[in-house]
Structure formats: structure tokens, C-alpha cells
């Protein structure tokens, strides 16, 4: 009922001049309810005008079997189409979201003249149109300005028929009422039997859609060309995500080597009794933990430390002769000595280092 430029008043009032004898209705009922009341045979005729028609499956099996069952008839006039439509009427459209405002022209077939109209009107058109048809079952009743068919009827058996129109800008109050327009819809409409016994002005699709159940997933993936683009950037995404994952690995954490306690505690002692000058104190707890290590390492007796001792020595450390005598010759020395310099001291830890350095 609106009378905007582009709502459809016009269309809507004049529903009675094309059907004279039916009864006029609107309704938001879903696809399952359009059916012959009271087991009627009357045709009867639903009319869908709007921006987009997007049915679930079930809705759009029950329109075909609507008017596939009889003499009924579905005109249906919108923007956008849910794939399941085209999938189910066998038929592939060119879809294109872009509209043009400019001076638009196209051309309608008039049936009983057996001749092409032309109109043409300064405003929005739809862009859209039939890529591949069956003209077995199916008749192009409208075409856009550069001669693609953009309006067709497809038949069946029993004399019900469903047209499908792209570009529902043409049956706006803006293009109707522009010059000599008006005649589009009578022939547009025409096409429909007259003897229809009710002819419903669906608003179903329209406000259940847009209003209550959009959303901007469900519009991606019900377009074909966004569709394409959306699942192309999911996978290539993933692809980024597997590769880059498997080039970047998580750095391996720097286990530490077990500290000795045990040797931290003596490297300390020895650093205090060395700050102290305590030289001879030190040698001899160097010289006790040494021949301790004899003992328990080499099982030798360590109470005597002549030359038969460090012939034993060598040969159980594996260790030269002469490096054993020096070693040991150097342990007397320095237990004989009541002080001891820096630099004999560190000879000594040398001879003892160099002994228990592993080979």
C-alpha cells in the first residue's frame, strides 16, 4: 500500500480490473496452506512481488505442486532468487546485485498482437536475467535492454503455470505511472487466466525474510557469487593457517644442568678460605678429599704414601708414572710446609684437577 516511488500501490489496486470476478486477498500465509479450499476446482493464482524470495525447500516444493496440481498460477517478481528456486525449475539466471539509474529500456511480448512493446523510464533497474532456458515448457515474456530475457512462464501438464520476473522495479509506482507505462502491467499480468476464484497478494516472504529471520550468513550463502567468494576465502585461510603452522614450531625451553650442591658448597668454602689467606688450613682439606677419593675409587690404602703406593696409583688411574710421583711428591711437600704461598697452593689444585679430569 505504499505510495512511494517505489512501493506498489498501483500495482495492488488495480488487481481487480485484471481479475474481475475473483476474490482479491492478502496474506502471510506459508506455501503448505495455498491450496483449493473445500476441495474446489477453482484456479486460483498467488502473486509475490518484493525484494528478494528466499523459501526453504519444502516452502518451494509446495508451490510447484501448487501449481503443478491444476490450473493455478504463481507470479513471482523479485531482486534476489535462493538458489533452491532455480535449482528446482531447472533454470540458471545471471545474477547481479548492482543496480543502474539511468534511462532503462526494455521490452515486453504482447500475446495477442504476436509483437514486442518497448518502455522505457528514468529510474532503478535490476541488472539481472536468464543465462539458459528449456523452451520446451518454458516461453520468455519479457526482455532487458540488451535483449536478455529477463521474464518467463514455465507450463505444466495440467494447465497450472509459474512465472518468474527479475526486475520487480517495473511493477513500482514509480515506473507505472511514467508517461505510457501502465500498459506493462496490464500485459505483464495478463498472461494470468482470468478465471481465477481467488488471486492472493502474498507478503509471506517478504516480512518473515527480511524481519524476522535475516541474517548476513544467510544472505552470503544464498548468493551464488558470494557464496563462491566466501568458501574461496575460508579455504584459502585454512591453507595459510596449516602452512604457516607447520613452517613456525614452538621453541624448545633450555633445560638447565642439575646443579651439584654438593660441589657448590665446597667451590664456596674454598673461595672463603682462600679470601683469607688460610693456605695451609685449605691444602690440607684439598689433600684429605683427594686420598678420600683414592680410597673409595681405587680401593687403596692411602695411610702411606710411599712408591709402592703410586705404582699401585698409576696403574689402577690408568695415569702416567711419572705425573703420579710428581703429584704425590708435591702432597708431602706441602704437608711438611707451615705456610704455604698463593702460587703453591694453586699448583697443588692443578695436580689434583689434572688427576681427576676425566680421560
Not at 511493477?171 to 494470468?192: G, Q, W
Not at 657448590?264 to 688450613?281: C, E, I
Not at 677419593?293 to 703406593?309: A, G, H
Amino acid at each position: 500500500m505504499d505510495k512511494i516511488p517505489y512501493g506498489t500501490k498501483y500495482t495492488y489496486d488495480n488487481l481487480p480490473f485484471i481479475f474481475p470476478n475473483a476474490d482479491i486477498r492478502t496474506s502471510n500465509r506459508a506455501p503448505v496452506l495455498y491450496q483449493n479450499e473445500n476441495g474446489e476446482d477453482t484456479p486460483r493464482a498467488l502473486i509475490i512481488i518484493g525484494p528478494e524470495f528466499r523459501p526453504e525447500p519444502d516452502e518451494m516444493q509446495e508451490i510447484i505442486r501448487f501449481a503443478a496440481s491444476g490450473k493455478n498460477q504463481v507470479f513471482i517478481s523479485a531482486l534476489y532468487f535462493e538458489d533452491t528456486v532455480m535449482s528446482m525449475l531447472h533454470l540458471k539466471i545471471k545474477e547481479d546485485i548492482f543496480f543502474e539509474r539511468d534511462s532503462t529500456e526494455i521490452s515486453l511480448f504482447r500475446p495477442d498482437q504476436k509483437a514486442w512493446i518497448n518502455y522505457a523510464y528514468p529510474g532503478y533497474s535490476s541488472r539481472s536475467y536468464f543465462e539458459s532456458v528449456d523452451t520446451g515448457y518454458t516461453m520468455i515474456l519479457g526482455r532487458d535492454i540488451a535483449g536478455n530475457p529477463d521474464f518467463i512462464r514455465i507450463s505444466y501438464l495440467k494447465g497450472g503455470c509459474i512465472f518468474i520476473h527479475l526486475n520487480p522495479f517495473m511493477f513500482t509506482n514509480f515506473f507505472l505511472l511514467h508517461k505510457k507505462n501502465r500498459s506493462y502491467y496490464d500485459i505483464a499480468l495478463s498472461n494470468m487466466q482470468k478465471q481465477n476464484g481467488v488471486v492472493e497478494w502474498s507478503d509471506y516472504f517478504r516480512y518473515r525474510k527480511s524481519r524476522l529471520s535475516f541474517s548476513s550468513l544467510r544472505f552470503i550463502l544464498g548468493n551464488r557469487p558470494l557464496r563462491w567468494a566466501f568458501w574461496l576465502i575460508l579455504i584459502l585461510f585454512l591453507l595459510m593457517f596449516f602452512i604457516e603452522s607447520k613452517r613456525k614450531q614452538r621453541p624448545i625451553a633450555v633445560i638447565n644442568e642439575t646443579r651439584n650442591a654438593s660441589e657448590d658448597f665446597v667451590k664456596t668454602v674454598g673461595r672463603l678460605y682462600f679470601q683469607q689467606k688460610n693456605n695451609q688450613n685449605l691444602a690440607t682439606k684439598m689433600i684429605t678429599a683427594f686420598l678420600e677419593n683414592i680410597r673409595s675409587s681405587y680401593n687403596l690404602s692411602t695411610s702411606l704414601l710411599d712408591e709402592e703406593f703410586v705404582q699401585k696409583l698409576s696403574i689402577r688411574a690408568g695415569q702416567p708414572l711419572n705425573e703420579i710421583k710428581l703429584m704425590i711428591q708435591l702432597i708431602r711437600d706441602v704437608r711438611l710446609k707451615p705456610v704455604l704461598s698463593d702460587q703453591e697452593l694453586m699448583d697443588l689444585h692443578s695436580q689434583i684437577s689434572q688427576f681427576n679430569k676425566p680421560t
